[in-house]
Nanobody, 122 residues
Framework: QVQLVESGGGLVQAGGSLRLSCAAS????????MAWFRQAPGKEREFVAA????????DYADSVKGRFTIARDNAKNTVYLQMNSLKPEDTALYYC???????????????WGQGTQVTVSS
């Protein structure tokens, strides 16, 4: 069992930056693939980024590639999402997820946090 708690969301102007954090409980954090998804009002939940257990493999949605960076600190049971050059279209509820293998669909991930809101103003 893994419990995930996101933090770091907020209101930022276009072009600004935010860093999201996701703290995980449990001693098996390092064995999980971790990912970030987001969901805007009226839209489906979409994949943002994922990272494997060691941090050596990452994957990004095309819409965030070059602007967002996913990283993890297994000693702190925490995964991060650094978001730079934010755009209004990045506005969404951002979720942290844990699963057994890197995938871009939400069904690849077993455990989910409650989400943290990111709002980008133009």
């Amino acid at each position: 069992q893994v419990q995930l708690v996101e933090s770091g969301g907020g209101l930022v102007q276009a072009g600004g930056s935010l860093r999201l954090s996701c703290a995980a409980s449990g001693r098996t954090f390092s064995s999980y693939v971790m990912a970030w998804f987001r969901q805007a009002p009226g839209k489906e939940r979409e994949f943002v980024a994922a990272i494997n257990w060691s941090g050596g493999t990452t994957d990004y949605a095309d819409s965030v590639k070059g602007r967002f960076t996913i990283a993890r600190d297994n000693a702190k049971n925490t995964v991060y999402l650094q978001m730079n050059s934010l755009k209004p279209e990045d506005t969404a509820l951002y979720y942290c997820a844990a699963g057994g293998g890197i995938g871009r669909t939400y069904t690849s991930y077993r455990y989910w946090g409650q989400g943290t809101q990111v709002t980008v103003s133009s």
